[in-house]
Every structure is written in C-alpha cells, then in structure tokens.
Nanobody, 126 residues
Framework: QVQLVESGGGLVQAGDYLRLSCAASGRTFSSYAMGWFRQAPGKEREFVAAIDRSGDNPYYADSVKGRFTISRDNAKNTVYLQMKSLEPDDTAVYYC???????????????????WGQGTQVTVSS
C-alpha cells in the first residue's frame, strides 16, 4: 500500500504561483503513474493532471492546461504540481493519487486511481 502526503497549499492572490508536492512511501513509487485531483466545496472531485511512471506524457484538464505543470522525481518519491496564474476558480482541496495498474493511462475517472493522500487546501482570492 502506498502512503501519500501532500503539501504546499495555502492562501494566495489571483495571478500568483504555488507548487504542491506529494511525497510517497511504501511500494515502489516509480512503478506507478500518478495524478492530481481537486475538489471544491459542493462539487465532485475532478481530474487535474497525470504523469506516467517515467515522467513523460503528462496530460491535463482543459481548465488548467497552459497554467499547471505536473512533474515527478522518482529519486525523491515525489510528484509535483506547479500552478501559475492562479484563479479563484482554482480554489479547492488538492489530492494526489496513484493510478491503478488495471486502468488505461488516459482514464481520468477518480475510480481509476487507488491510494489517495489527505489533501492540501489551495485558496485563491480575487
């Protein structure tokens, strides 16, 4: 079982930058694709970005494309989400998750991901 711990959230102003980190422990981190999701109050959890085991082929939700960048450092067992030009609509709890081995890489449903972290709050003020 993989344990995930997110960090880096906070309160920022529109247009600002944040970098979220997700530290993994347990099973071999480099064996799994990873993803970031977010959930705003009263809304369903939504896909943000994903990256494959080697750090290649990242893909993003249309709402964050061009503003967010996902990356990973397998030597540090960590996946990152760099967020620039933040908008109030980006306000949410952000979660990282391990892609389940049985799912296809481009499956963005939350059910396609297994272990989840506890989340980190990002609040963007206007």
């Amino acid at each position: 079982q993989v344990q995930l711990v997110e960090s880096g959230g906070g309160l920022v102003q529109a247009g600002d930058y944040l970098r979220l980190s997700c530290a993994a422990s347990g099973r071999t981190f480099s064996s799994y694709a990873m993803g970031w999701f977010r959930q705003a109050p009263g809304k369903e959890r939504e896909f943000v970005a994903a990256i494959d085991r080697s750090g290649d082929n990242p893909y993003y939700a249309d709402s964050v494309k061009g503003r967010f960048t996902i990356s990973r450092d397998n030597a540090k067992n960590t996946v990152y989400l760099q967020m620039k030009s933040l908008e109030p609509d980006d306000t949410a709890v952000y979660y990282c998750a391990v892609k389940s081995a049985w799912s296809t890489y481009y499956n963005t449903a939350p059910s396609a991901f297994g272990s989840w972290g506890q989340g980190t709050q990002v609040t963007v003020s206007s």
